[in-house]
């Protein structure tokens, strides 16, 4: 079974300090990795993927995120973070086993980040 | 930028009565997901929904829970006879066929389900 882990339920940071916000995940097949935020009363927007090929995946509004097979973490960073950058973060992973088709998303628990002016 | 659109946005119902949540995808896209999050959880997977038939569906979708897609737009989560444990955050999502499943899913605002 898959599952994501976010270790932090809450990231404080100073506007234009660097921002990264935790992942790891487990899976049985190879993963499909994905990024989303969630404003307030609002739906999960998508940040950004990882699929194969190059192990640092640039984003929306900034954001990147860097693939480790070894460590199976997959960690989202922003170098310079805004205090519109303040929201909750999720990680996910999509298992894609050998054979299968494999659409559902695990969810991590979430991180909010919080960016002080 | 096109979105995936939810109604209501919040819905309050007695304790067993049904309830349809309504959704309409992005117009050329062809998986359909309904995914719930309770207050303080995880966004937990309901069920996927390509080319008319569910494709994958978790073991909180039981006998009580049915999606339609009664037409070219729109895609629909009923609720048989709510139980107080349905109350959550319901959100719906869609994905493009073309690549698959390494295409992002993107989601509504939700409907938030209150049940009394």
């Known amino acids: 079974a898959q599952s994501v882990a976010q270790p932090e339920d809450q990231v404080n940071v100073a506007e234009g300090n660097p921002l990264t916000v935790k992942c790891t995940y487990s899976v049985s097949g190879n993963p499909y990795l994905f990024w989303y935020v969630q404003y307030p009363n609002r739906g999960l927007q998508f940040l950004l993927k990882y699929i194969t090929g190059d192990n640092l995946v640039k984003g929306s509004y900034g954001f990147e995120a860097e693939f480790n097979k070894s460590q199976t973490s997959f960690h989202l960073k922003k170098p310079s973070a805004l205090v519109s950058d303040s929201a909750l973060y999720f990680c996910?992973?999509?298992?894609?086993?050998?054979?299968?088709?494999?659409?559902?998303?695990?969810f991590g628990g979430g991180t909010r980040v919080l960016v002080k002016p | 930028e096109p979105e995936v659109t939810q109604t209501p946005s919040h819905q309050v119902t007695q304790m067993g009565q049904e309830v349809i949540l309504r959704c309409v995808p992005i117009s050329n896209h062809l998986y359909f997901y309904w995914y719930r999050q309770i207050l303080g959880q995880k966004v937990e997977f309901l069920v996927s929904?390509?080319?008319?038939?569910?494709?994958?569906k978790s073991e909180i979708f039981d006998d009580q829970f049915s999606v339609e897609r009664p037409d070219g737009s729109n895609f629909t989560l009923k609720i048989r006879s709510t139980k107080l444990e349905d109350s959550a955050m319901y959100f719906c999502a869609s994905s493009e066929s073309f690549g698959g499943s390494n295409q992002p899913q993107h989601f509504g605002d939700g409907t938030r389900l209150s049940i009394l």
């Open positions: 996910a992973v999509r298992d894609i086993p050998l054979g299968a088709a494999g659409n559902k998303l695990t």
């Open positions: 929904f390509y080319n008319n038939e569910i494709s994958e």
